[in-house]
């Protein structure tokens, strides 16, 4: 593990106590930017419970008003999978994700801390994980489309535990791999310089010029290829779509960094517009399985094939969960040389692989990727060409080997990325 970034000699010289009170920190200021008299509510995975302390400490010095976690463990989660009546799977805790939508509403806002073992459910029935996946996306698809919204502030931090640390270590001993995961999270999330405050403004605004500049360019596409040919795709955007990046200013006014860390520019590509091969550049890790050398063939916007090497059968499931989970929903542009993808770390969870390479994601679009998309109505986002779904998962395409081209109305393509890097 060699990164380019030397973290900064009083980062180096903290306890680990203190770098993990700075991520609580910077998760509750620049995350969140949680205002005072806001509720809070928290999920975490159990091994997250010295992090969530912290951040409930920050929290409240913030001046929240009340903090709440829901924990998840990931042995009670395996449990189900081991021993639990088969009509279990169909069935989701609706009073729980409909008092989480109540909070939203009410005006809190909300952290979600990543951690759990990616390869949790790898062995288990990938027909049960699909009814559960669908069965918790439905009930949970009223404070889901408050997040996709952006209506209140929110944001997701990571939590390094030992089974996803022996996951992206295998070689290393449990202490060691658990060590160098917290490293590489401290390191990719911004928090390692001697004022990790100001060096966040300062990868917003860098984020902020990319984003005016596609904005102003008004695309009609974007054309994404590899000299090998395993991937030629192009990706209609949305009508009067809008790029995104860094930091968002929410529906309840504050501004906040829905993902630390962030390193992307994305928008909402056309339902309807997409055409070509493409071939993911890293593997999936979908609700606990692993899903390899991901390739599919887009006819008009719709996957007509679709094969992976490993995880076939849970590519297949979810590509079939409803009509828009086989269309795109957004499509992100990230440089190769991001502090991320230099790590050369697979982490095998999204919020870090989105944000090594340039990627697409099937399901729901952000209707803040579109103009005035807060306020518009389900089918006046459809006709713009935004997707609908239960679910939004993102896959990685880019790579050192991909170019990427900007296409105009007039259908003159302008280089964009070359060798996964800003031209
Ligand atoms: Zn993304
Ligand atoms: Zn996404």
Known sequence: MSFTGTPSDTFAALTFDQKLDRLAEVSVKIGLNLQPGQQLVLTAPTEAIPLVRRITAHAYKAGAKLVTCFYSDDEAVLARYL???DESFDYAAEWYHDAI???????????????????LLAGQDAGKVSRANIAASKASKAGLEIITRHEINWTIVACATPAWAALVFPQDE????????WDAIFFASR???????????????VLKARVDQLNSSRYHSLRFYTADGKTDLTVGLADQHLWAGGG??????????????????FTTPHRDRVNGVVTASKPLSHQGTLIENICCVFTDGKIVQATATAGEAALRKLIAVDDGASHLGEVALVPFH???AQSGI????????ENAASHIALGQAYSTCLIGGETMSLADLAKRGANESLIHVDW????????VDGITAAGKAEPLMRAGDWV
Request: hydrophobic share 40%.
């Open 174 to 181: 449990p202490t060691v791999a658990l060590g160098k995961l």
């Open 396 to 403: 990685m395409i880019g790579s050192a080997a991909m170019s």
């Open 101 to 119: 939508a109540t909070a939203f509403r009410s005006g809190a806002a909300r952290m979600g801390i990543t951690g759990s073992n990616p390869a």
């Open 346 to 353: 697979l982490f095998w969870n999204t919020l870090f692989d």
């Open 338 to 340: 991001s502090p991320i």
């Open 248 to 265: 968002t200013h929410a529906g309840n006014g504050v501004y906040c960094q829905p993902n630390i860390p962030t390193e992307e520019c």
């Open 83 to 85: 021993h639990a009546p």
């Open 191 to 205: 928090i390692t310089s001697a004022d990790p405050v100001t060096e966040w403004q300062a990868h917003g605004a």
